[in-house]
């Protein structure tokens, strides 16, 4: 990796109300001027958006259902929330979203999970998602895709501070210039992205949620009555027996005893299952907070993980191969280990890493090493991400009083169904022919996505 040198005077230091000698941070604002887009007439985003300041709710019983948000539900560089439920409950303080036309996350928000909200729909959502209004200078579909571009994003990235969650400030945010197109141009780009936007819909339309497609397959095979668990999830009041509430340990939790619950225990007590320490090699554990370089070993960290896969391009960090060596036995990724990520606000996902080169894991992440010959990884990948279980992990995650988290103890008594080798494949390979070619269509609708960056930085010229 080429390096980069570049000198600045050291009163620029004094110009941010932070202090941030990072290189990355420097470089954008004392090189490029904190211009994205070489233009002549720029204008500072603090002039194009103004933050709503929203009220919060406390953590508990809300008064009426309310739509929960969170960042992994809104589609990156999509104007599109996807899996948004209703909750009477929420486990931690949240912010009311009604106000603003646009939100945007502090937290890695070069990920592009930005969306409009222009009806003003009410939403309850992570206290790291903040709403502005957009002056009337900018149409908002303008703006969206402005602030969406790659180029856009890739230079978000080097306002990050931050070792685990890393986040934008939003005082750097608003010191950012864009061009000031006048809003004829505007409503000509515009225009020409509308074609485009109803071709992404239509082949959106074609697109399912990999869970639904991967929980229908588990149902069918093991005989899971898929729509009556759908109706228990709808029941927001039931009655349990008082011995069944409070122990010192378990938890008289809404998720702990719900309908839901108690109808998928006694489905997985009725079949044949083995628990993951059954299949396990070595104990679980978790990975340890990286020492980050330039170059090195990759790091695996929550937010390389979505959809169930394992994610790099802009949110690529390293660990030097000495700092790597030093901590293998607890950090090392190796070739089909099942991770999870176990803590924090994204916790509960899992994804299977199965490529040879070596990775670390950062301290939010479980390493689960399992015996191949036992179980085929593909299955227990395609389980783990199945309601089978993230349902499961659900309840496991509420069973020990305190901050939410996953712990290993409790992760060993992961329930897996105990079937032949043959009919894991089988299941598997049903399961990946349907996914790849939805992965073909998402392909198609990430080279249409990249045609709206084109007409953005023609007319931006």
Do not use: C
Not at 91 to 120: A, R, Y
Not at 202 to 220: C, D, G, Y
Not at 260 to 285: C, G, R
Not at 366 to 379: A, G, H, L
């Amino acid at each position: 990796m080429a390096l980069k040198f570049f000198e600045i005077e050291l009163r620029n230091i004094g110009k941010q109300k932070y202090l941030r000698l990072d290189f990355g941070y420097r470089y954008f604002f004392d090189i490029q001027d904190a211009a994205i887009y070489q233009n002549s007439n720029l204008v500072k985003l603090k002039y194009v958006l103004k933050e709503v300041h929203s009220k919060k709710v406390k953590k508990g019983e809300l008064d009426d259902e309310q739509y929960l948000i969170d960042i992994g539900n809104i589609e990156r560089r999509f104007n599109n929330l996807i899996n948004i439920e209703k909750v009477n409950s929420i486990g931690s303080d949240k912010t009311v979203l009604q106000n603003g036309d646009i939100i945007i996350p502090k937290m890695q928000p070069q990920m592009g999970n930005i969306f409009l909200n222009l009806e003003h729909k009410k939403y309850i959502g992570s206290t790291e998602l903040l709403e502005y209004k957009i002056s009337n200078d900018y149409k908002p579909r303008f703006l969206y895709y402005l602030i969406t571009s790659r180029k856009f994003l890739s230079n978000l990235a080097k306002l990050e501070s931050g070792k685990t969650h890393r986040r934008v400030n939003p005082i750097d945010l608003l010191k950012i210039k864009i061009p000031k197109i006048p809003k004829p141009i505007q409503d000509q780009i515009v225009a020409r992205i509308e074609p485009i936007e109803q071709k992404i819909k239509q082949l959106k339309s074609q697109i399912k949620p990999p869970q639904e497609i991967i929980n229908k397959v588990f149902a069918r095979e093991f005989g899971f009555d898929l729509e009556k668990f759908k109706e228990t999830k709808k029941e927001k009041f039931f009655e349990v027996e008082l011995k069944m509430l409070n122990t010192p340990l378990i938890r008289s939790t809404v998720i702990q005893n719900s309908l839901s619950t108690t109808f998928l225990k006694n489905f997985l007590t009725q079949t044949k299952t083995i628990y993951l320490k059954n299949i396990l090699v070595n104990k679980i554990h978790r990975g340890k907070q990286p020492e980050y370089t330039n170059e090195g070993i990759k790091v695996i960290k929550t937010a390389n993980i979505q959809n169930g896969e394992i994610i790099f391009d802009e949110v690529l960090q390293y660990v030097s191969r000495d700092f790597y060596f030093k901590n293998i036995k607890k950090t090392g990724i190796q070739k089909f280990d099942l991770l999870l990520t176990s803590t924090g606000m994204g916790r509960g996902k899992f994804a299977l890493y199965d490529i040879e080169e070596k990775a670390f894991a950062d301290s939010h992440i479980s390493i689960i090493r399992f015996n191949t010959q036992k179980i085929n990884p593909y299955f227990l990948k395609y389980y783990s991400q199945s309601l089978f279980g993230t349902e499961q992990l659900k309840y496991i995650e509420m069973q020990i009083k305190g901050t939410p988290e996953i712990y290993e103890e409790q992760l060993k008594y992961f329930q897996i169904p105990n079937i032949p080798l043959s009919r894991q494949q089988k299941i598997v390979d049903e399961i990946k022919a349907e996914l790849d070619q939805q992965k073909k269509i998402e392909k198609e609708i990430e080279a249409l996505r990249n045609e709206i960056d084109k007409i953005i930085e023609e007319v931006i010229k």
